[in-house]
């Protein structure tokens, strides 16, 4: 994600400005310190407090001049635009959301709002086209079967939420004035790996595969998730 990001802000803003980034539901705010590291102003949305108080300890760990850069609230989402004007960011970071928004369509209007022209959003959900592929590698045929005709599935913790295909957000995203601009697959090999596996010792090797199965077709297409960059008109 970190790297697709990178290439999408590479590509659209100069090289060394500042820019006004919102994370909304950034969880411990892995991306949003990276950002913020980076020399970026972020600013990050967190309903659930448990996550939010693991963001605030990790900003607390960094120094000054960074945590000066970062502002953290917490906020479900949905009154978003009572805290930010229009216009207000240059890139809008929202991952890994989507899977429990019930209806999505006025969130990311709302966040499509809140963007300056040019300016980025960066969604990854769940690819609702490639649903059967996690249980029919795992060998869960019954599983895989019922997954073709279905728009949920069962997450790790256990939740039946959302999945979202590519034809779809790619008319939600043109029809709020951010059409797509560049989309990538995530997880294309790793997404049966368990929660507690070890971080292997050729990671890098792993990261340079799933980078470019991720913008290659058609391993990017049957990814776990899909990372969609939209433009804002
Ligand atoms: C799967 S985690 C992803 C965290 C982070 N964005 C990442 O990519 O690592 C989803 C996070 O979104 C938060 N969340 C879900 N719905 C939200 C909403 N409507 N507004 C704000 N946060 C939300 C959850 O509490 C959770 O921390």
Same mark, same amino acid.
């Given at each position: ?7 999408? @802000? &590479? ?13 909304? /539901?950034?969880?411990?705010? #892995? ?10 102003? %972020?600013? $990050?949305? +967190? ?9 605030? +300890?990790? !900003?607390?760990?960094?120094?000054? $001049? @960074?945590?000066?850069? *970062? ?8 009154? #978003? ?9 240059? %890139?809008?970071?929202?991952? $890994?959301?989507l899977m429990y928004v019930e209806?999505p369509? &006025? ?18 959900v769940r690819?609702g086209?490639?649903l &059967?592929?996690r249980s $029919? ?6 599983g895989?079967?019922g997954a073709?005709d279905s728009d949920s599935y069962t997450n790790r913790l256990g939740l039946d939420v959302r999945a979202d ?7 939600? !995203? &043109? /029809? @709020? ?21 070890? %971080?292997?010792?050729? *990671? ?5 595969? +799933?980078?470019?199965?991720?913008? #290659? ?12 960059? /939209? *433009?804002?008109?």
């Amino acid at each position: 994600m970190a790297r697709q990001l990178e290439e999408q @802000i &590479a590509g659209r803003f100069p090289v060394g400005q500042r820019l006004r980034v919102l994370d909304v /539901g950034m969880g411990q705010g #892995t991306q949003a310190l990276r950002l913020a590291r980076a020399g970026h102003q %972020v600013t $990050g949305v +967190e309903k659930d407090p448990r996550m939010l108080g693991a963001a605030r +300890e990790a !900003l607390a760990a960094e120094p000054e $001049g @960074i945590r000066a850069r *970062v502002r953290l609230f917490e906020s479900d989402g949905r009154d #978003t635009g009572v805290h930010f004007l229009p216009c207000s960011f240059d %890139v809008v970071l929202c991952h $890994g959301v989507l899977m429990y928004v019930e209806l999505p369509d &006025a969130l990311l209007a709302g966040l499509a709002r809140m963007l300056a022209p040019g300016g980025l959003l960066s969604l990854l959900v769940r690819n609702g086209d490639a649903l &059967a592929m996690r249980s $029919g590698l795992a060998g869960n045929w019954a599983g895989a079967l019922g997954a073709f005709d279905s728009d949920s599935y069962t997450n790790r913790l256990g939740l039946d939420v959302r999945a979202d295909r590519l034809s779809a957000l790619t008319g939600t !995203l &043109a /029809g @709020i004035g951010a059409p797509l601009h560049a989309w990538y697959g995530v997880r294309v090999f790793t997404d049966t790996a368990s929660d507690e596996a070890e %971080v292997p010792s050729d *990671v890098d090797a792993l990261l340079a595969v +799933e980078e470019r199965a991720g913008r #290659t077709d058609p391993y990017r297409q049957v990814a776990a998730l899909l990372h969609l960059c /939209g *433009v804002r008109g």
